[in-house]
């Protein structure tokens, strides 16, 4: 049932009252509005959640097939999306794919989910126990952004690395991390068309090289960076899954390479692993709660 639209309501010709146009059942109205709403909101939803889980740009006809919806509906929504920075069709492309702007709703969504949980009781006491600086970093877009940074204040020589600070995935071992991890269409999207910048002679700049490398990272657990960003810098890292096991984080430990040789690197491992287990329990935990 169409909902009544009322144009100079009360008013007929000569400006007289006249009483509005009743509907045969407003509740019925209301019913159907509250109906409508609900479908163009699941409609949606259902478009930006197949962008999302796609992991690859998606043509509208993808779309159109895999949610059942005209065509038509679907370019409408996907203009309408794009037009917010919800979603992105790069220039003289079909294919659209998650946009600026709900890539910064995901990021703030996990960044309040592990702020909710006690990660920062976990880091300190992970930086206790290994006497070094410890973090917290995820994926957004193609880089790390640390979101959680304990620092070992006992050490006049420290790596600057703040909240926020944002790092390549492919010379950082919480970049390894989720190149490993992430389904390999997801990996190579996040790869393609990239140069394997060498910021450091150690760097890996070849493909094969680095294939190699996250092999061994998903054989060992963890992941290192071997002086590969930041000359006389090392890093640690291990993967948060979530309840699916999806990698969601990486915590790991940074220090210079002169206090974290390889011996002192295999003894911070099981730390490492154990805190990433609390943080991920402390993540479940969280969104349990949260329902």
Request: proline share 7%.
């Amino acid at each position: 049932m169409r909902v009544p639209v009322y144009e100079n309501e009360g008013r007929g010709a000569g400006g007289a009252a006249n009483p509005p146009e009743t509907p045969a059942s407003d509740a019925g109205v209301a019913e159907a509005a509250a109906g409508g709403a609900i479908g163009v909101f699941q409609r949606s939803f259902a478009v930006l959640e197949y962008v999302v889980r796609a992991g690859r740009p998606v043509t509208p006809a993808d779309i159109a097939a895999a949610l059942e919806l005209p065509k038509p509906t679907v370019y409408r929504m996907l203009e309408g999306f794009a037009a917010q920075g919800l979603l992105h069709r790069p220039f003289a492309s079909r294919r659209v794919t998650v946009g600026p702007r709900l890539a910064d709703f995901a990021f703030e969504i996990l960044r309040a989910s592990v702020q909710f949980a006690p990660r920062r009781a976990i880091l300190d006491a992970l930086v206790r126990e290994v006497g070094e600086t410890c973090n917290i970093g995820t994926l957004d877009a193609n880089e790390i952004v640390y979101i959680d940074r304990v620092e070992a204040t006992h050490w006049p020589l420290r790596l600057q690395f703040g909240i926020g600070s944002r790092v390549p995935l492919h010379c950082t071992a919480i970049g390894k991390l989720f190149l490993a991890h992430l389904p390999e269409r997801a990996c190579e999207a996040l790869l393609e068309g990239r140069d394997l910048r060498g910021f450091t002679p150690a760097s890996l700049t070849d493909r094969a090289a680095l294939a190699r490398e996250l092999d061994a990272v998903r054989a060992a657990g963890v992941a290192l960076d071997r002086e590969e960003y930041l000359a006389g810098g090392v890093c640690m890292a291990a993967p948060v899954f979530d309840t699916a096991g999806d990698i969601r984080a990486g915590i790991a430990i940074q220090a210079p390479a002169a206090r974290m040789p390889p011996e002192t690197i295999a003894r911070a491992r099981e730390p490492l692993l154990r805190a990433a287990r609390l943080l991920a329990a402390s993540l479940a935990a969280a969104s349990l709660a949260g329902d």
